[in-house]
């Protein structure tokens, strides 16, 4: 019961649709523009810099949020940093499929960006290193490539390979089992990640992805 709570919590805060809010106040309805996706990417290519900024801490505040409550629900749990996980699936799900938007909404990286600030605690200080390696993580790919979609993708995977030796590292305090279980929900979004770039992977491979800073190809 706990965990469907948890994820429960997670998907109403996922609800909030941050890039689509920002396109009403601009009076544009991001799903009808660019990539018609609802996410930090789109809004920064179709509005402009302060869309791309707020729709990402706008994404980034929800998930820390949703953790934020759950952690508050069950402060004292012997297995709140999976329970914290539930929720951030929850949101993750909620800004992936929100049900008042046909289930169309973003691809979840300004989620996990929320997820690896609110995994950033468990162990300090060990554990604020997260945020500048998952960070690097992006940024180097975007920087050599100039695709998002790579330094993204580079970004959640390394985020799993971190938070599964975290684990074997012993800075969630839990027993194998509980470990056992955050990685595999962890790797189910990774997955989840993947499969919603797959148009972004195609575009990849025959080379017509469109590049950070560059003006969108024409179909």
Known sequence: ???LI???????CGLLQ???LVGKMNHI???KKGSGNA???NALRVIGWKAGIMTFFGDVFKCVAAVVIVCLLYRGSGCLPLLAMYA???VTLGHNFPFYMGFKGGKGIAVMAGLVAA???WSLPESLL???VTLACFLIPVVITRYISVGSLAAYTVFLIEMILAGQLGWFDMEAARICELDIILFALTALAWWRHRENIKRLTAGTENKFGAKKKEK
């Not at 948890?6 to 109403?12: H, I």
């Open 88 to 90: 951030g699936a929850g």
């Open 18 to 20: 941050t890039g689509y």
């Open 6 to 12: 948890c994820l429960a919590v997670g998907y109403v």
């Open 39 to 41: 996410g930090t990417t």
């Open 130 to 132: 997260l945020i500048p």
């Open 29 to 31: 309805d991001i799903r």
């Open 119 to 121: 995994n950033s605690f």
């Open 1 to 3: 019961m706990e965990r």
